[in-house]
């Protein structure tokens, strides 16, 4: 069956999303540091985020609740309202600012789109995504656009079952194992994996505990059309 | 054309919500007058949650991330981190609540969802509308779950178009003029408007805005099934 189909991630696939929070970050661990010099901040705001998943999901307001959290917990109750209000400052700049594409994004999706339908499948917060995309002027080339609250084998079902789409005609390009590759391989469509230099270590799951085939790994966006057509050309000698 | 689609909004026409934040909210004016005996802690959030709405849109997440700017600006950042981290807690507790429908929703859904296709259009952050529903035992009574970032016009027309739905067999139940009446009246669809005790000011506007026509007023959704009947006996008649 060829490939109809070939769906993107957004954060740090199409744009730059991990950096924004490791400037942040970064900037919050000078900030604490200043009340508790010895603060192993980035373990703390770690087991802070992941006890909040449940509550808050992903995405920068989170992020933000989980720092201000953390900021109260490591100086224990001793950091000003001043400082709080910094915190809350770099949430509100993160949410505003502009949606910087990856290199090759514009020139890779041009190629693909003159012989595929384009969806952009991505997670996190709704208003925030939504926003990044109308930001990231890429919008017009989706022919569909799902937000998930989770990205596992549950939520890709749905979204292939209710677009009518087989698994088989299905391609999902991501830079998570974990949220892009891992399920849709499970559901028998193929991955393309493009590793982006920062990985938050929520995505992150070790490479042994992936399935040896239905999954590839590109370099950069700028080599999927090559790596479409000639997969197109094995399906068609297969059939 | 007869009626085939009867779409909800959730918070406040399914379930309580307004009335968590209210509680919230009292208790946020409580705690700051402690520090500034007579701030004008309502007007104040109401200002910044406004502001705020471009960059955070709706949700409990966006709710508490202005009460922290606001108390953090009504004390002149003098409120103790401990407050805030009161705060925090009341975020957490509003999302982490259980579910509870308003009276007598699930016998109205299980009349209705005989006849007519059940779907849930509801606003606000993905992740707690989500969680909500799963929360509200409600989920296998809808056909389709739509979450925006915003219920105008614009929003309800492509979730029409998407599902391939005429506004003349559509109909929108909710508690909202300004979300859930006035765009699907101008779709030239149904709304039927049953409000709740309590309205955000942000949802308002004055009645004397609405069209005359193209919507009703039940006092509660136990009434709706037989609008409904009433309805298909006069398009019947008609046709």
Redesign the interface.
Known sequence: MPIRYVAFDGDDTLWHNETRFHLTQTALRDLLRRHVPDADVDSHLAEVELR?LR????GV??F??SM??T??QV?G??????D??VI?GW??QM??EPTELLEGVEEALREVSDRYELLLITKG????Q?SKLARSGLAEMFAGVE?L?EKNVHAYRSVLRRRHIEPEEFVMVGNSLRSDIAPVVELGALGVHIPYPLTWHHEQIPEDAMPREGWRRLASISELAALLDSLDQTSALGA
């Open positions: 909040n509550l808050y999901g992903y307001k989170a933000t609740l201000l959290e900021a109260i100086t109750g001793r950091i000003p309202a001043a709080l209000e809350l949430g509100k949410l505003g917060d709704l208003f925030d939504e937000i609250s």
